[in-house]
């Protein structure tokens, strides 16, 4: 077969097939220093023609300019992109570094409305719920949800960062197509009770960061040269202490790496890829890059297969991991579990 397009995934029992490497696009306005517009511009279409189909934005990704700046990409290739993007961290105003989790009926209204204009689309293919308002009842928030469904509005349901129990309780309300969560060699919480839960009811498991931010790939390892609104100067797993231990933690990717012919970031996709068959349900990572050619090397791992013994070799790094996710760990899953 010559088609160098990557394989397929489902996105839950009714979601829509996608490239089983979607593209995290949240870079190319946020979160990782300044981003050069042509060349996100570039890394979109070269993905595009690689096979990637998801693209994953969100309504917080730098106010909306996030989502108004893939708008034109959408627009031009709407029959072939399943378009993921995400409510519930409002920013104030009046602060516009602040977040406020809202859950809410009526905040979840205005804020499809505001997506689909920045989208300029009459309906999302994915719409997750960002983060959790633990005052709101899951089954009224996803209560609301169904109804843009029903509507027209959005075709798919999603949750980021939810437990176990809350994808429970949310899949009772309506069928949730995926659930998107943190999953690295780095970062393996979601393991003990949101894995085995996505897998018992049909859910897919897009894990996003899977290069760890950027560490798995050995290119930043700690926060030195990064500008000084790069979100990681706030991630405990970059700064002080932790960074050079963290960055001794990937003496095993290297000699997995060597063994292919791979570099460390190929290697840490695929071991996300492989989750797949470990634990029985679809897996499509979302990796970041806002560069034609790291998009061609991170979906080139889609058709690295790693080994028993090396998966073993990997399989103490993450607990070895210093530093939480994230500063505030109620901000993940694994803080409510
Ligand atoms: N649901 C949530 O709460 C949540 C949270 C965080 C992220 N996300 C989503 O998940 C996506 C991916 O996560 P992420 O961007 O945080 O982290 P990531 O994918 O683990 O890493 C992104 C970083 O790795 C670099 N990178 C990518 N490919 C590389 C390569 N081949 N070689 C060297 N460096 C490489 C990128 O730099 P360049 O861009 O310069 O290539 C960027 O700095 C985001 O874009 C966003 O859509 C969701």
């Known amino acids: 077969m010559n088609d160098s397009r990557i394989p397929t995934a489902r996105l839950g029992t009714a979601g ?111 719409y ?16 609301a949800m169904a109804e843009l469904v029903r509507e027209g509005k959005v075709r798919h349901l999603g949750l980021s960062e939810v437990t176990a129990r809350e994808l429970r309780a949310a899949h009772a309300v309506h069928p949730i197509a995926a659930v998107q969560s943190e999953w690295s060699l780095f970062s393996r919480d979601i393991e003990a009770g949101v894995v085995p839960a996505a897998a018992e009811l049909g859910v897919a498991l897009v894990p996003y960061s899977p290069l760890g931010r950027g560490f798995l790939t050995g290119s930043v390892t700690s926060t030195d040269g990064l500008a000084d609104d790069d979100f990681r100067h706030q991630q405990p797993r970059f700064t002080g202490d932790n960074a050079a231990a963290n960055a001794a933690l990937l003496a095993p990717v290297r000699t997995v790496a060597e063994a292919h012919g791979a570099t460390l970031g190929q290697i840490a996709l695929a071991w996300v890829q492989q989750r797949a068959e470990v634990h029985g349900l679809p897996v499509i990572p979302i990796p970041g890059t806002r560069k034609p050619t790291r998009v061609a090397e991170n979906t080139a791992a889609t058709g690295i297969v790693l080994t028993d013994d090396e998966l073993s070799l990997l399989e103490p790094i993450a607990e070895k991991v210093a530093g939480d996710r994230y500063a505030d760990m109620t901000f993940a899953s694994a803080g409510r579990e």
Do not use: W
């Open 128 to 143: 997750y719920m960002h983060r959790r308002d633990v005052n709101v009842p899951i089954e009224e928030t996803v209560g």
């Open 16 to 126: 829509p097939r996608v490239g089983v490497q979607g593209l995290g696009c949240m870079g190319m306005s946020f979160a990782y220093g300044p981003a050069d517009a042509d060349a996100s511009r570039a890394t979109l279409e070269r993905a595009l023609e690689l096979g990637v189909t998801l693209y994953d934005t969100a309504d917080a990704y730098g106010a909306g300019e996030n989502e108004r700046f893939l708008a034109p990409f959408f627009k031009a290739h709407r029959e072939d992109v399943v378009v993921a993007t995400k409510f519930a961290l409002s920013i104030p105003p009046d602060e516009p570094t602040r977040r406020i989790i809202r859950n809410d009926a009526p905040y979840i209204r205005e804020a499809v409305e505001a997506s689909l204009r920045r989208l300029d689309l009459d309906v999302i293919d994915l």
